[in-house]
């Protein structure tokens, strides 16, 4: 899950692209590598953070790639591009199709793998829970839980932040989902769902393999997401029968309580939107506050005035801190979208069934977009902010993350517990590198830090 500046907007974007005629199709198509596709999706796979900046670099604002399964995908860096394709007609620019990778896992009726009419109605039926209004209402339970996790830390030593954030994200996003505390149910959920987390890079192959899924680490984890369904579905029945559903404030009761001109969410479908909240709305989050005290620790004077906005109330810089942290580690390095139609893009010919990438990662590092590019500045975000097609965490348009607005509070009340108890330190003079880690990217030696309480 996650925050950020509004929308993009018709009044300062392009006209979107649209349909070519026949005549049209002479256009080139975009230059890119002639490497197999095997090659590629794993450089793809286990470099792309490597990859994508080299190859933006040596061909330009447009690289068309050959990835598995089968896909022919374009990866964009201009941010007129990116704004062309958020604002583009939705039923060009399919975003469900180009998250295919996550369908096996997701689900085919998830708010990230549908399109076009019923992406509208699941997205509707969807909102609710991440009203302003139910945002306030979890700020309190976020804090507890958040003060209950840094109690732990350990004092004057290193320790992974990463491994911190992960495990603090996980709880919050339970509590919320489902309302309830520990019990048999909750500990089963938390610790299949950390075997479907548990994953590298390779390991996402599997999830379209039923050959790979027959053996070893794949045969795991087709058997550990299939844990997590059974014990959904449990708490989905068991949830349609309670007697005091309308009093409950969890997203799984307000979702069981939806009904908008008649229309539910099945069982199967409310399966799906839980899924995918509960590994999309913990795993980024994590990483981002992970990084941000990854820079803090390395940064005195930007540390020491998170810490006065931690003390004072602050939110603005605390909210400012987890952006530039997404801004400088962004953790997904883009999102997709599918052509449904051939379609003129940047002065090329983009045929139908090719997958539009734009580059979050190579646009938040261009310093064209963002002054001195490679420096931790929260600054940057705290006046105006950024333009949204120069600053991508959360996608774009009508897909941007529905709970962008959770993630901000819930990162604000994280920082704000941790600042306000310890002085962070790095445990050794070099910054971390950054690691795949199946299809985000996270600190390759867990973001390790010292606190040192105050």
């Not at 379209?208 to 984890?221: A, E, I």
Request: glycine share 8%; hydrophobic share 40%; with cysteine.
């Amino acid at each position: 899950m996650n925050p950020a500046t509004n929308p993009v907007t018709n009044s300062d974007q392009p006209e979107p692209a649209t349909a070519l005629p026949a005549a049209s199709r002479r256009l080139p198509l975009p230059p890119g590598p002639r490497a197999p596709m095997a090659v590629q999706s794993v450089l793809y796979g286990t470099q792309r953070h490597r990859l994508l900046p080299a190859l933006h670099r040596h061909y330009g604002p447009m690289v068309r790639l050959r990835l598995f399964p089968e896909r022919s995908a374009v990866s964009l860096s201009d941010p007129d591009d990116v704004r062309a394709v958020f604002s583009g007609p939705v039923t060009t620019y399919h975003a469900g199709e180009g998250n295919m990778i996550l369908k096996p896992v997701m689900g085919p009726h998830s708010v990230l793998t549908t399109d076009e009419d019923e992406h509208r109605r699941i997205r509707k039926l969807l909102m609710p829970p991440f009203a302003g209004a139910a945002l306030r209402g979890y700020r309190d339970m976020i804090a507890e839980l958040a003060a209950e996790e840094v109690e732990r830390w350990p004092r004057n030593v290193p320790f992974a932040s990463h491994l911190s954030m992960q495990r603090l994200t996980l709880e919050v996003i339970l509590r919320v989902v489902f309302g309830f505390g520990d019990g048999p149910r909750l500990t089963a959920l938390r610790h299949a769902l950390r075997g479907v987390m548990d994953i590298g890079s390779l390991d996402v192959f599997g999830w379209h393999s039923p050959t790979l899924q027959r053996f070893g680490r794949w045969r795991r984890g087709k058997e550990q997401l299939e844990a997590v369904d059974a014990l959904l579905y449990a708490e989905i029945a068991e949830r349609r029968g309670a007697s005091d559903l309308a009093d409950r404030n969890d997203v799984l009761s307000r979702l069981l309580a939806v009904e908008i001109d008649g229309d539910t969410l099945t069982d199967v479908e409310l399966r799906d939107q839980l899924v995918t909240l509960l590994l999309a709305g913990h795993e980024t989050t994590a990483t981002a506050l992970a990084w941000a005290f990854h820079e803090l620790a390395r940064n005195p004077r930007t540390h020491a005035e998170a810490t006065r906005a931690a003390d004072s109330g602050h939110d603005g810089y605390l909210e400012a801190v987890t952006k530039e942290s997404m801004r400088l580690h962004p953790v997904i390095t883009e999102v997709a979208r599918t052509t449904t139609e051939p379609v003129e893009l940047g002065g090329y010919h983009i045929p139908a069934r090719t997958t539009v990438m734009p580059a979050i990662g190579v646009i938040h590092g261009d310093g064209a977009h963002h002054d001195l590019p490679d420096v931790f500045r929260p600054e940057r975000f705290t006046g105006e902010g950024t333009p949204s097609s120069t600053w991508l965490p959360f996608g774009g348009g009508v897909r941007r993350c529905l709970g962008a607005g959770f993630a901000l509070v819930e990162a604000v009340e994280i920082l704000r517990a941790a600042l306000t108890r310890y002085r962070l330190t790095p445990d050794r003079p070099r910054a971390e590198r950054v690691r795949p880690r199946h299809i985000t990217l996270v600190p390759a030696r867990g973001a390790r830090v010292v606190a040192i309480p105050r």
